[in-house]
């Protein structure tokens, strides 16, 4: 439990900004086409309201307002009708950022240029207090005081970024997505929700809250399943898992977890070089697939980090194919 608390007190730190069945495509030659290097012209549309949220005066007072929830989708300009996906999360400690982030920009036209449908999303913050289930206030108030709404804010967070990818499921044959190639992926605080929403079930950091504690559940798509097949994680943690653990009980590692990308600085006095050791060590234990990319000397958000002369988003790009087995030319 003191790991636990340790972690905890580690991701409070940040400073810096189910397979569904009916959807299976199994033969190996019905894995999407993708380009090596950027061939089409992208398409961007802002704002897309994907659901709603309440957003309280204080954590889970009466007093509430209705927060839109939204996206930036990023798609190529192709005929194609057989595409991978891939949603962005971005960081901020959960206080700040944005979908507008420079660098999510950046890797969303990279592999929407390449033939993915990006999305890139913004989600409930600290000072919006969403909706949080009594037992997190029950269970962590003494974990860390000085920065529970960090930690609380946790919960909206994932329980928004869960109903981007249901909005997204709902809305796949708009796209041209093959729901069977799934990605999510961000930096920090994105890194940490994306983790979360690839290795928890779909009913963590959503059934805990009912339709009549928050009603605007009811937007977000509920009926709507999904299977992460890889994680992209910059510089994250396992802490929104682990805190499942703390308050449930719950042990959400398995040994069919996505495949996981792990880049992380070495330097890094944010989120320590060491969460991302830990994460190594689970996914080697579980015998699931991962890279492992040291960032050596870096700090906290290396975005323009490069090894052999590739960069981030080219060794991600890389794993991707690899673990998804996808088409390239």
């Not at 090596?36 to 009466?62: K, M, Q, R």
């Not at 999305?119 to 108030?141: H, M, V």
């Not at 920090?188 to 559940?217: C, F, P, Q, R």
């Amino acid at each position: 439990m003191n790991k636990i608390f340790a972690s905890l007190l580690i991701m409070v730190s940040l400073i810096s900004c189910d397979r569904d069945d009916d959807n299976i495509i199994t033969p190996e030659s019905s894995s999407p086409i993708v380009k090596l290097n950027a061939t089409y012209e992208v398409n961007v549309i802002e704002d897309i309201i994907y659901a709603e949220g309440l957003s309280h005066d204080s954590w889970n007072s009466t007093n509430t307002s209705i927060a839109p929830l939204n996206m930036d989708s990023y798609v190529p300009e192709n005929d194609l009708k057989n595409r991978p996906l891939l949603m962005l999360i971005h960081g901020g400690a959960f206080i700040g950022g944005s979908k507008q982030q420079d660098a999510l920009v950046d890797i969303a036209n990279y592999y929407a240029s390449r033939g993915f449908v990006v999305f890139s999303i913004d989600y409930r913050l600290r000072d919006q207090k969403g909706t949080i289930p009594q037992e997190w206030i029950d269970s962590i108030a003494d974990v860390a005081p000085a920065n529970l709404d960090q930690l609380y804010a946790m919960y909206p967070a994932h329980r928004d970024a869960k109903a981007a990818l249901r909005w997204i499921i709902a809305n796949a044959d708009n796209y041209n997505i093959n729901k069977d190639y799934i990605s999510v992926g961000g930096g920090s605080a994105g890194a940490i929700t994306s983790i979360g929403l690839g290795v928890s079930e779909l009913g963590d950091y959503k059934d805990e809250i009912s339709l009549s504690e928050d009603n605007t559940l009811s937007t977000t798509n509920l009926s709507q399943r999904y299977e992460v097949q890889t994680i992209l994680d910059f510089w994250g943690s396992k802490v929104s898992i682990e805190i499942l653990e703390l308050i449930y009980g719950y042990q959400r590692f398995k040994s069919n977890d996505p495949g996981l990308f792990i880049a992380h600085g070495t330097e890094d006095s944010t989120v320590l070089f060491s969460s991302a050791e830990d994460l190594k060590t689970i996914w080697e234990t579980n015998e699931n697939d991962f890279v492992f990319y040291p960032l050596e000397g870096k700090g906290h958000g290396p975005w323009g980090a490069t090894l052999n002369g590739k960069s981030l988003s080219d060794l991600s790009f890389d794993f991707i194919v690899e673990n998804q087995n996808l088409n390239v030319e």
